[in-house]
Every structure is written in structure tokens, then in C-alpha cells.
């Protein structure tokens, strides 16, 4: 597993984009997620996008394109001679009525060439499709290129994705952070007196400096690269809308419109960090991706000034990797392993043979997962927005989550894994708050009653060797149970 480059070692190592291939893989082996991927990035969504995190979301539609095509290109084959089949047995039946026993059984070699003819049309299906994922993962060759285009607007739609600052939020949603995957600890600095002046002169205390939340966060994104100790850290100001008041917000966001943007205006970015609203707020998002991109480990910081008192509310979400079961899911048995890359060392021919009949077996008696019917599912979704807004009624913009956590797993099982979310999440705390008693101090603020609190907040989250938070556990061997838990340190 290592080479040599420049005369130097090097060590294993995975592809940056890792997860957008996994994802892509499984796609192909598995038609519900696909079908999934398709009704989320449709070009007539009237909900908001939410951005599949660590995850080319162009690749990605593209590839879920794809791959639904080839999966209903063979259930249309497989009902023709289910249809053929019927025909048949009907003539068997009907010969068997009128000239019994020997006549009815000339029409057994055409019903078995029917079935022939049904299995290799899924069998040289099964084939392309395991062609199609094992493509996916060769690095060689750009994701995005091994899939047809989309039409232009989507693709412009699916590319602004990547540099989004609006997160519409569905009411139902457990947090406003969709698409950031499981919440593993929330905390709060005791409230800060910014009123209180570090400097003295002849005449006494000088008065701290003024400043507005606006500038806070502009100075932690400044300074997060360098505080922080982590490369290759996204630090960006997201504003966070509930998707039930999006409409309200005057000249943000029209119901005639063909869903909510995902890029606004700086000003609106701004305008939820100084004056954010019950159903509104802004934050600074800090962002670190992991092995490829499978587990991406976000830091949302907050604050609030009211009456010279600063309020610093944290909040910290991991993102698992991409699902390792969907192959069996299709009949795929013995030819793709957890980490969905093919099996070698054994028959590929038999073991398609064998996937072939499983798969025609269970279409032709429509036994097979295919997920949601996707034209239904589009009528019914614009007929619910329709009446909502012909009747007067609120409807819910927001997104109920992404297409990466749709194919998320729910734990985390390498030691190796857990151990560098865990230190990239102290090194997150540590850096935010550093960067905040950097910045009231510039201000000429006392920043002595913020150390205690940073102290609670490091100990609290490593005391117990693992990494907590409210409603989960990301224990030893990253097993994830219901532990009712509000990492506080006030």
C-alpha cells in the first residue's frame, strides 16, 4: 500500500472525493436512493436545495440520472414479457380446453423462451449497471464526465449548491442545521459584560470600544485559518430560515417563485447577524471534511449583544459516512464489498447469473425495492403547494434534509475516524474562543471571566473519552444510543 514519490515514502491515502464517488456507487446498485436523489434536485421543487455537504451535488444529479434511466429502461423490458408470459399461459389455458393435454404443452417452449429473453435482458442490465458503479470509483477519470449533462438550469442551480449562505429549513426538522448530519454537542459561554474595560488611565477605567455582532463574526472568519490549527477548514456565514416564514421576509423570497435561492445577498446574511429574527438567525459556520469527505465535522457559533451583555451559543454536528450495505439491496450478492468496491478472486459471470434471476424473478412479480414512483410523487408535492397557496395556507418551504444524509450511516466505526473528529472538534472549540477573546481584547474588553468558561466547556467534552451531545453518543466503537443529554457549561 505505499509507493515511492520524489524518493520519499507514501503512505495510503483516500481520493478528496471520495464520498461523491460512494455515493455514486451506490446509486447505481441501489434504485431507491437514486429515485430519492432525483425528486430532491428537480428542476420544479417549489422546497428549498439543501446542500449535500462534502458532496459534488452536479456529479452526484447527473449519476442519479443515470442510473434511475438504466433501472427503468429495465423494468419496461422486464413488463413486456411479463405481458408476454400472460399472453401465453392464456394460450396454453385455452389449448388445453379445446385440445387438450399434448397441444397445451407446445406453448411450454415459448413461455420458457420468454423467460430466457427476460433473464438475459436483465442479466446484460445487471452487467452495465455493475460496469457503471465500478466506473464510479476509478479515480482516473473525473466523476462528473462519466455521466450525461443535465439541462443547463439545473446544473447552474446544483453548482450554486456549493458556495450556498441560505439554509431553508423544514418546521418538522430536529434542528435548523439540515444536511449537517447528527448533533454532537451544544454548549453556551457564561454571558460576557462587554462593558467592562481592561485598560485604566490617570482618570480611571477608559471605556472599552464599541462594535456590532456583524463584526464579530467577519473578524472569526478572518481569523479562523490561522487560530484554529486545521488546513483546508470552509469557514462561511450561513443565514438559517424556517421554511413556514420564508415568504414573510419582504423581498427575499416570493411564493410565485420556482423555490427559495440558496445565495442571497451579503446584506441578508449581515442583517441576521445584527438584527436576526425569532424564525431567522445567522451563523458562522465552521467546516472540516475528513477521510474524502465521508464524515464532515461542522461548528456553528452564534452571538448576541443585548443591554452591553454577549451571549456565545455553540453548536457542533458530524456528518457519517456514506452507507456500505446498498449493493445486496439489488441482488448484487458476492460482488461488491462494504466499502462498495468489487469483490475479485471469484466468478463475476455466475454470480450476475444467479443476480439476473433474483432480480427478473422479483420485478416480474413486481416484488423489487424500487423506491418512490417518481412522476406520483412530483404531481402530488405540486398539487399540496397549489392548494396551499390558492387557499391562503402557510407552506413549508424548507428542506427536511439532504441527499448526503440520506445515505448516511448512523455511526462512526474506525478508531482512526473517531479519534480525528474528536480532536478536530476541540481544536474548533479552542479556536473559536481564542478568536473571541482576541477580538474583545483588540476592544479593550476584560476577557478574564471567559477563561473558566472555555475550561468547562474543553473538559466537559473529553472527560468521559468520547465525543457526546444532546440525544446521541458517538461511544468507543462509535455505536450511537439515546442518551438525553445538554452539554451546557453555564
Known amino acids: 500500500m505505499s509507493g515511492r514519490a520524489g524518493g520519499g515514502s507514501v503512505l495510503p491515502s483516500v481520493p478528496n472525493d471520495l464520498a461523491s464517488r460512494q455515493m455514486c456507487c451506490a446509486m447505481h446498485l441501489h434504485p431507491p436512493l437514486a429515485a430519492q436523489v432525483l425528486l430532491h434536485y428537480s428542476i420544479d421543487n417549489p422546497k428549498a436545495w439543501c446542500p449535500p455537504f462534502g458532496v459534488d451535488a452536479v456529479a452526484l444529479v447527473r449519476h442519479a440520472r443515470a442510473a434511475d434511466t ?12 411479463r405481458y408476454s408470459l400472460l399472453i401465453l399461459v392464456a394460450l396454453g389455458v385455452l389449448l388445453l380446453w379445446r385440445d387438450g393435454v399434448v ?96 485598560e485604566k488611565n490617570r482618570d480611571g477605567t477608559r471605556p472599552p470600544a464599541t462594535f456590532s455582532i456583524r463584526e464579530l463574526h467577519d473578524d472569526l472568519i478572518r481569523l479562523a485559518g490561522s487560530r484554529l490549527g486545521l488546513s483546508d477548514i470552509e469557514v462561511t456565514k450561513r443565514i438559517y430560515v424556517r421554511g413556514d416564514v420564508l415568504p414573510d421576509c419582504e423581498g427575499l423570497f416570493h411564493p410565485d417563485e420556482v423555490r427559495p435561492p440558496c445565495r442571497l445577498d451579503t446584506s441578508w446574511v449581515d442583517l441576521g447577524s445584527d438584527a436576526p429574527g425569532e424564525q431567522a438567525r445567522t451563523y458562522v459556520c465552521l467546516a472540516k471534511s475528513l477521510v474524502g469527505s465521508q464524515i464532515v465535522v461542522t461548528l456553528f457559533a452564534r452571538y448576541t449583544l443585548e443591554q452591553g451583555i454577549l451571549s456565545c451559543e455553540f453548536a457542533a454536528f458530524v456528518l457519517p459516512p456514506v452507507l456500505r450495505d446498498s449493493a445486496p439491496a439489488t441482488g448484487f450478492y458476492g460482488l461488491f464489498g462494504e466499502d462498495l468496491s468489487p469483490i475479485h478472486g471469484r466468478s463475476t459471470t455466475w454470480a450476475l447469473t444467479i443476480a439476473a434471476w433474483r432480480t ?22 405540486t398539487q399540496h403547494h397549489y392548494e396551499a397557496l390558492q387557499e391562503g395556507r402557510r407552506y413549508d418551504y424548507g428542506a427536511p434534509f439532504s441527499a448526503r444524509e ?33 477580538f474583545l481584547t483588540d476592544k479593550g474588553i476584560d476577557t478574564s471571566e471567559i477563561a473558566a468558561g472555555k475550561q468547562r466547556i474543553i473538559n466537559n467534552i473529553t472527560n468521559i473519552g468520547e465525543v457526546s451531545g444532546r440525544g446521541n453518543i458517538f461511544g468507543n466503537h462509535g455505536r450511537v444510543s439515546n442518551f438525553d443529554r445538554d452539554d451546557q457549561a453555564a
Not at 452487467?127 to 466506473?135: F, G, S
Request: aromatic share 6%; hydrophobic share 45%.
Open 70 to 81: 438504466r433501472w427503468r429502461e429495465l423494468y419496461g423490458a422486464v413488463a413486456l414479457t
Open 103 to 198: 397441444t397445451a404443452l407446445l406453448a411450454l417452449p415459448l413461455i420458457v423462451v420468454a423467460c430466457g429473453v427476460g433473464w438475459r435482458t436483465t442479466f446484460l442490465s445487471l452487467q452495465q449497471t455493475r460496469a457503471a458503479a465500478i466506473d464510479t470509483m476509478a479515480e482516473e477519470k473525473p466523476l462528473a464526465t462519466q455521466a450525461p449533462e443535465l439541462d443547463s438550469d439545473l446544473e447552474e442551480g446544483l453548482a450554486a449548491l456549493q458556495d450556498a449562505n441560505m439554509i431553508v429549513f423544514e418546521v418538522d426538522a430536529d434542528s435548523p442545521f439540515v444536511g449537517s448530519g447528527t448533533e454532537i454537542g451544544r454548549w453556551a459561554l457564561p454571558p460576557i459584560d462587554v462593558s467592562r474595560s481592561r
Open 360 to 381: 427478473y424473478v422479483a420485478e416480474l412479480f413486481r416484488r423489487s425495492d424500487r423506491g418512490i414512483d417518481l412522476a406520483e410523487a412530483h404531481e402530488n408535492r
Open 406 to 438: 440520506l445515505a448516511a450511516t448512523t455511526s462512526i466505526e474506525s478508531y482512526f475516524e473517531i479519534a480525528d473528529v474528536r480532536d478536530c472538534l476541540l481544536r474548533m472549540q479552542r479556536g473559536v474562543i481564542d478568536c473571541l477573546v482576541a
